[in-house]
């Protein structure tokens, strides 16, 4: 297990508050950009987001985010999903879920 702190959006390195945060419209359809994958990679020690020139380790519920994200299901969708897979409070989801994907937009890992 790793030493390093776990963040809101599950990925390491620690990524910085957006200030945008919750800013995602509920019919939008998030997705991975061309050239960027979710990948499970045991030499990393889990799930990895692949983009040109850089890897960042995901944590399994940050995962399970992107793994939802093939723009298809909108954001709501996607909550709705999430908060009944882990039986967790729908708004926490959305404002925690809002976090996570405006973070990885900032850094061209998600489409919004």
């Known amino acids: 297990m790793s ?16 200030k945008g945060e919750g800013k995602i419209s509920a019919d939008a359809k998030p997705k991975l950009p061309r050239g960027v994958r979710l990948t499970h990679n045991e030499a990393q020690g889990g799930w990895v987001l692949l983009a040109p020139e850089r890897v960042f380790k995901a944590d399994p519920i940050a995962a399970e985010i992107v793994k939802r994200c093939t723009g298809e299901a909108t954001f709501a969708e996607i909550v709705d999903d999430l908060a009944t897979t882990y039986n967790a409070p729908r708004e926490q989801i959305a404002t925690d879920v809002a976090a996570m994907l405006t973070g990885l937009a900032d850094k061209k890992l998600m489409d919004l």
């Open 3 to 18: 030493d390093e702190a776990t963040t809101p959006s599950g990925l390491r390195p620690a990524d910085p508050p957006h």
